[in-house]
């Protein structure tokens, strides 16, 4: 089901250009922009050609957003890691550039490399730079956990903007935080209380979409996140492994919030 709402973004996933702009087709009253991911490193995608195994062939990524652009008039970007193996941005951008692009989202990792080691900022500034030069936006992503590691990406190089991934896991004000880190030299920090609130709320939400039963095991991984840095929180996402309602949710954190405090 695709539910109508502005603004809404799609990207897609797929490894041919024809079928991908039929998808685009069908999403094109919906759609207030298409992004198409040559970035994702994860197997289940790679293995059928999609995702980063695309950079394997950049040609196809530039027939794809040629594709898109002319079945549709919103904008079209891609995402994309640095290579496969080693850093290829010579032999990846030419293509993208040539098929011109509304714009570029550039993870500062190969693909082999996962989510290992350190995003290489100083590629993503280099491949932003060629990027602008023809015109195209360019945002930068990688190892962005705090409003600070925001600030400092948005300060320290020559990117639009930046993609907050895993950071925002668990953490949705991050991109609050940045900002008023940017505009008042401060920010609010949320306190155990605040966190858990909002966790019901997204819960809730989602509970609404999927049921109660899902919606607590989907939210797993997000949990982790809302409880980063609390006291006793290992102890605490055990305990919510084992939930299946919102109400079992509700009382788990009846029963140990008295007991947290948030390292300051």
């Known amino acids: 089901e ?17 079928r991908m702009a039929k998808a685009a087709l069908k999403l094109k009253d ?12 994860v197997k289940k995608v790679t293995r059928r050609g999609a995702g980063s195994a695309l950079l394997k062939e950049p040609g196809k990524i530039g ?32 293509p993208i550039l040539e098929a011109r692009p509304d714009a570029v989202f550039i993870h500062g990792r190969t693909v082999s490399q996962g989510y290992s080691g350190s995003a290489n900022w100083i590629e993503i500034d280099r491949i932003a730079g060629t990027l602008h030069r023809e015109g195209i936006l360019s945002y930068g992503s990688g190892d962005l956990f705090s409003p600070r590691a925001v600030a400092e990406a ?44 909002h966790f019901l709320n997204h819960i809730e939400r989602l509970a609404d979409v999927v049921g109660e039963n899902q919606a607590v095991r989907d939210l797993r991984k997000s949990f982790a996140g809302y409880t980063r840095n609390i006291r006793y ?26 007991d947290f405090q948030v390292f300051k």
């Open 154 to 197: 948005l300060d320290n190089h020559s990117i639009d903007g930046v993609v907050v991934a895993r950071g925002a896991i668990g953490n949705p004000w991050i991109f609050k935080q940045a900002r008023d880190l940017m505009e008042l030299g401060t920010y609010e920090e949320f306190g155990l209380s605040e966190r858990l609130e």
């Open 63 to 94: 027939e794809m957003i040629k594709a898109l652009k002319e079945v549709s008039c919103v904008p079209v970007s891609v995402k994309i890691r640095l290579g496969w193996e080693s850093v290829e941005s010579e032999r990846i951008i030419p």
């Open 233 to 258: 929180a290992s102890n605490m996402r055990k305990e919510y492994m084992k939930c299946v309602s919102l109400e079992e949710v509700r009382e788990l954190f009846r029963a140990f919030v008295p």
């Open 30 to 41: 919906v759609a207030t922009w298409f992004d198409i991911n040559a970035g994702c490193p």
């Open 2 to 18: 695709v539910i109508p709402s502005s603004p809404c973004r799609i990207q897609l996933f797929g490894s041919d250009p024809g």
